[in-house]
């Protein structure tokens, strides 16, 4: 029986870092831009005893979450295979439990698959406004009529109908965003 060597085990783990950790660092990277808090919505409820609550609505953030959700799980995907590959390698002697390294592999490929079905989603539920009478500004706030957009939608929308007002900010966001979609 052959002599594995621990530099074939590091080349094999370079490799790994070098195509695994990059992309889901420039996602987590790439996925921060800054948005101004927006209500879009509110809800005033009886909490009971005279009292009630307001319950405010914002941008929804489904589509950032699954982001970084996907990033995240394939860095932690990325460090499973690589204990399992250690330990499969040099410590088990390539025994049944050897094939269990296969399982982050194939989790970060479900994860990811997931995680895009859920951006496609999250981008046909909460298109981009189309004219002002969406997205309205009145006595200097923004009203959607109880509509609710995600940060990219809302972005583009402020970029189209208000970028007079609202210019800088939306432009470099929507360009942004619509660069990573």
């Known amino acids: 029986m052959e002599q594995i060597t621990p530099v074939i085990t590091v080349f094999i783990t370079a490799i790994l870092i070098i195509l695994g ?24 409820i009886d909490t009971g005893l005279g009292k009630t609550t307001t319950i405010d609505f914002g941008i929804l953030t489904g589509l950032n979450d699954a982001i970084l959700a996907a990033a995240l799980i394939s860095i932690a995907s990325t460090a499973l295979f690589i204990i399992g590959l250690v ?10 439990f050897g094939w269990l390294i296969f399982g982050p592999v194939l989790l970060n490929i479900l994860s990811q698959v997931g995680c895009c079905v859920a951006v496609f989603i999250f981008n046909n539920k909460n298109p981009v406004a189309t004219s002002r009478d969406q997205i309205r500004y009145v006595n200097g706030k923004y009203s959607t009529g109880g ?11 402020m970029n189209a109908l208000y970028s007079e007002m609202e210019g800088h900010w939306a432009n470099q ?9």
């Open 21 to 44: 950790f990059p992309v889901a660092v420039a996602i987590l990277f790439f996925n921060h831009n800054w948005v101004p808090r927006v209500i879009l919505g509110s809800k005033t």
């Open 147 to 157: 509509t609710l957009y995600t940060k990219e939608a809302l972005s583009c929308s």
């Open 173 to 181: 966001a929507c360009s942004r965003f619509v660069r990573l979609t």
């Open 87 to 96: 330990l499969t390698r040099h410590f088990t002697k390539h025994n049944a």
